[in-house]
């Protein structure tokens, strides 16, 4: 649950800004940008978590330039999560912030907004249900996360075991029981986040 | 206080073409005239700082707020700085925001800012609106709520793009009326884009033509619809009265011209005998004849009959349509007024006169 918060926190921060810079700003080579931030939508869990793992793993970047090595902790399915749900983000933020008169800005920016201004004061206010929206998918997305969650952080009971990862366990000791009830959980947690989206949908006229 | 002046002379090219413009404005409503895309919106845009121009100048009171050139320093200070009031064409009201808001948004959260918005609603006559949405008012409400908020930080220069399209005519002559206040008390530079000639004629102290973002004609508004420096100055005004004449005698004098079989005098201007021109008379200048006046001085000259085709009675000026002899159209303006006595219907004959001084040859050899 942790991991799924703080997940979803990184990945609105970072699903927003890469959704302004793809909405509104062109320069060559923004394709493959944004290509590869919507990547993870189609690879399979396991490759997603196979390159987090050579990224952050002994021998990677990380490991190489920090020295420090977050492979089967914590920190490693928060990364994990949040990878998979940043697609679902940038695309909400971008199709929210597109969405967003550039004509508001611009009265903005004449009203004497700095750049910082606008987006704080006009452009996040009016992308907000979309960025809400985005942000409910995406937590649900997080939490639902399984492959690359394995594949980085592994299945250590009390530190990097989530729900779906204690699931799994759940059913090879076929305890149905506690199996039943996680599903039930998640499959709650799902419904409500379509629930809340469709409520946000009716356009803020 | 010295007169407030604003200097704009900016070049952008664009794939599908070049602004070119150069015009100086004062304390007056400057009106920027043209069809869609010749660049009127391009230029409000370059002096607010929305968009920046290949190369120029843009300065206020001496104060430079972008210059870029071959050599030396650029400058280009950013719009939130350049203390320019814009109000656009679809006004651009924060949706999300109260009138209120809207109005107080420029302010920032200064002490007295409140109190500085509300004021200025007042003054627009929105005190009841204040804590309506956008979408709650109606179009003439919503221009003013822009205004106010163009207002908020008493700019010098205030633009406006197209600001009484939305409206219908009852309400654009009143708003009007109430930006020409505005611009007195604030004493503001205002240029405002259109391409209506009413607003043009009821709003402008001057009026600038512009065509593929050239500028075809700077004036006073009567002057350029009365005397359009050329034939396509004249188009983009939607004159009327422009035909092809045959020069028969070009002297200092005067001009002779054959226009289908009538022969016109017109003042000395330079063209060729021989020469295939357009001519123009502007529609207050076509005059008609009452039968039983002696006609005298400048309107003796370009007598001959007509036709009336169609008689249109505007608030305050009446615009007939007149068929000539050689089978091509005229239009006379006149006020509600005149013309009384005149038995003016559909198809009865009449005799007309072009006055002399205000007949025009244009230079280009442009087909119509």
Known sequence: MEVTSVATVLVVMVGTAAGLLIARVRFPGIQLVEAILLLPLVLPPSVVGYYLLRFFGSGGPIDGLFGVNVVFTWVAAVFASAVVALPLMVQAARTAIRGVDPVLENAARTLGSSEAAVFFRITLPLARRGLIAGAVLSAARALGEFGATLMVAGNIPGRTQTLPLFLYDAVQNQQYGMANLIVALLTGFGLISFIIIGRLEPAHK | ?368
């Open chain 2, 1 to 368: 206080m010295s007169e407030r002046r604003l200097l704009v002379d900016v070049h952008r090219r664009l794939p599908s073409f070049t602004l070119n413009l150069r015009l100086e404005v004062g304390e007056e409503v400057m009106v920027l005239f043209g069809p869609s895309g010749s660049g009127k919106s391009m230029t409000l845009e370059s002096i607010a700082g929305l968009v920046t121009p290949d190369r120029g100048e843009i300065a206020l009171d001496g104060r430079v707020l972008f210059r870029r050139g071959h050599e030396g320093a650029h400058t280009n200070v950013p719009a939130r700085k350049r203390g320019v009031g814009y109000v656009f064409q679809s006004y651009a009201l924060f949706p999300h925001l109260t009138v209120l808001g809207n109005v107080r948004y420029p302010l920032g959260r200064d002490h007295g800012a409140r109190d500085r918005a509300l004021a200025l609603i007042t003054q627009m006559d929105l005190s009841q609106l204040a804590d309506r949405y956008p979408h709650q008012l109606s179009g003439g409400q919503r221009q003013r709520v822009a205004i106010a908020r163009a207002l908020a930080r008493d700019p010098e220069v205030l633009l406006l793009d197209e600001p009484f399209s939305a409206l219908d005519p009852g309400l654009r002559e009143r708003l009007r009326a109430d930006l020409r206040v505005l611009q007195l008390t604030r004493r503001l530079i205002v240029i405002c884009v259109t391409h209506n000639v009413e607003d043009a004629f009821a709003l402008g102290d001057r009026l600038a033509v512009l065509r593929d973002g050239e500028l075809e004609q700077v004036g006073t508004v009567a002057e350029v619809f009365r005397r359009p420096s050329s034939m396509s100055a004249a188009r983009v005004l939607g004159i009327s009265n422009i035909f092809h004449a045959r020069v028969s005698s070009a002297t200092a004098d005067g001009v002779a011209l054959d226009w289908e079989g009538l022969r016109l005098s017109a003042p000395a201007q330079p063209c060729s005998a021989g020469d295939l021109v357009p001519a123009y008379i502007a529609p207050e200048d076509v005059k008609l004849l009452y039968p039983d006046r002696p006609v005298r001085g400048s309107l003796v000259a370009n007598q001959m009959h007509a036709v009336v085709q169609s008689i249109q009675h505007r608030k305050d000026v009446r615009i007939v349509r007149l068929v000539v002899d050689n089978g091509h159209e005229l239009e006379a303006r006149a006020p509600g007024y005149f013309y009384r006595d005149l038995d003016l219907r559909p198809g009865a004959p009449i005799l007309i006169t072009l006055r002399q001084e205000g007949l025009r040859i244009f230079r280009e050899e442009e087909l119509l």
